[in-house]
């Protein structure tokens, strides 16, 4: 986590973390700080800050101030971003402790056999995607291919949407421009040498958009000076260790805790039951947070330094969250930017209530969960849908019960028991319907 050197190459330190009391309903609920930056690293223009209403929240009535969601930043687990604020993770220490304790397989180091270790949905539910190999006759419903390609034709039509959008907005206010009188300015003061519509549709200018560390389209994205070629190595050589490490986790710990949970699924002993999920939760939850760091922080900034990306904000503090909504607002910033500037603002825009809105914006993301795991699976069983809709009233439960350290612990328990049951029914349904509804049939 001590990297020197930010993404401009200079020291720039955050005055502290964003308070983990600023709420909202849903994932796209938080207003963002836009600044415009040069695309040579220049120091940054502070955008116009937009209208406020009586609720403090930014006017939506303009799409203008969409024009630039990136300033030149850096991660949190970057040492020069001066973010120091951890004390999320002693609830997180106290909350693992208290839950009933759950060790490694008793076995010691195993090769899992059956159809479980070779079909692994447990991978496409979590995003992992790392054990997962090719089930009996050859077939392979939760492949790594089947569950990249998703994942990666998702990408691109979100980015080609956040495209269109914002060259759609720029052509409206190109044409208001035209009309206003002469002698005005629609935008101020500019960047040095900042591309203006329409001399950004180029090749170029799309395919570093559709290669960068980001969902939201701008014209001018803030850039970093140079390449750091020590930074970039630490992130390659993490992303090296943490996959094997996941893989081994995986193979070692996890799926065999799922094998031995399919008995007492199949007799419905709901002691047994409670026992291996308890017992799941561990493994899951410690895979998850390392695939957060290896993915958001790893990946990402590899991918940015070798595009001189400069927005290296690609999580926040979700840590320390004390409301489900702080949570799914600060743990995946491209995708909550994206429902932000693209979905959320647009629906209040067309005249819908901010309840609706962000309920919207649930079912959106509870529709792509569904999506990235029923279709490698070839079974729809709504689980994933579920699970993202039951966070609209667990958010309103939470917020009204727990508040401080008891919010960020009531929100570490649900991270740390919910996925596991997700889990656990998608592999239990998975296995009745292509192993023992055959030998039932046969």
Request: include cysteine.
């Amino acid at each position: 986590m001590g990297d020197r050197g930010g993404a401009g190459g200079s020291r720039r330190r955050r005055t502290g973390s964003r308070p983990s009391s600023q709420g909202g309903g849903g994932p796209a609920a938080a207003e963002e700080e836009v600044r415009d930056v040069g695309p040579g690293g220049d120091a940054p223009e502070p955008a116009p800050a937009p209208d406020k209403d009586k609720n403090g929240d930014s006017d939506m009535g303009s799409g203008h101030w969409d024009l630039r969601c990136h300033r030149l930043q850096d991660s949190l687990f970057s040492s020069d971003s001066g973010f120091s604020n951890y004390r999320g993770i002693l609830n997180w220490c106290v909350v693992m402790l208290v839950r009933h304790p759950g060790g490694p397989h008793p076995g010691g180091v195993s090769v899992p056999e059956g159809p479980l270790q070779l079909a692994c949905p447990v991978s496409s539910y979590c995003g992992q995607c790392l054990c997962c190999g090719c089930v009996p006759g050859g077939e392979a419903p939760g492949s790594v291919g089947s569950v990249l390609a998703l994942m990666v034709y998702t990408i691109l039509f979100l980015k080609l949407f956040s495209y269109r959008d914002v060259n759609l907005w720029c052509r409206e206010r190109r044409a208001k421009a035209k009309a206003a009188p002469a002698g005005k300015k629609a935008n101020g003061g500019a960047a040095q040498h900042p591309v203006s519509y329409p001399d950004n549709l180029t090749y170029r200018d799309l395919y570093y958009f559709l290669f960068a560390p980001t969902l939201c389209y701008e014209l001018n994205f803030p850039r970093s000076p140079r390449i750091r070629k020590r930074f970039l190595l630490r992130r390659l050589l993490e992303m090296l260790f943490l996959t094997q490490l996941q893989v081994g986790l995986i193979q070692q710990w996890m799926v065999p805790t799922i094998q031995n949970s399919m008995k007492p699924f199949k007799d419905m002993d709901y002691s047994r039951i409670i026992e291996r999920l308890l017992k799941l939760a561990v493994p899951n939850h410690l895979i998850w947070l390392i695939f957060f760091y290896w993915f958001f922080h790893s990946c990402m900034n590899a991918v940015a330094e070798l595009m001189q990306f400069g927005d290296r904000e690609f999580y926040r503090d979700w840590w320390n969250s004390e409301s489900v909504t702080y949570f799914w607002q600060n743990w995946n910033i491209p995708v909550h930017k994206w429902c932000l500037r693209h979905f959320y603002k647009p629906m209040l825009r067309r005249g819908s209530s901010k309840w609706v809105a962000r309920t919207g914006v649930f079912f959106a993301s509870a529709f792509f969960h569904e999506y990235l795991v029923s279709v490698p699976l070839h079974m729809f069983r709504l689980w994933a849908f579920t699970g993202m809709m039951a966070q609209i009233p667990l958010a309103w439960i939470v917020s009204r019960f727990f508040q401080g350290n008891y919010g960020n612990a009531a929100v570490w328990l649900t991270l740390i028991i919910g996925q596991p049951v997700a889990v656990l029914m998608y592999v239990h349904d998975y296995y009745v319907l292509n192993y023992e509804a055959p030998v039932a049939g046969a």
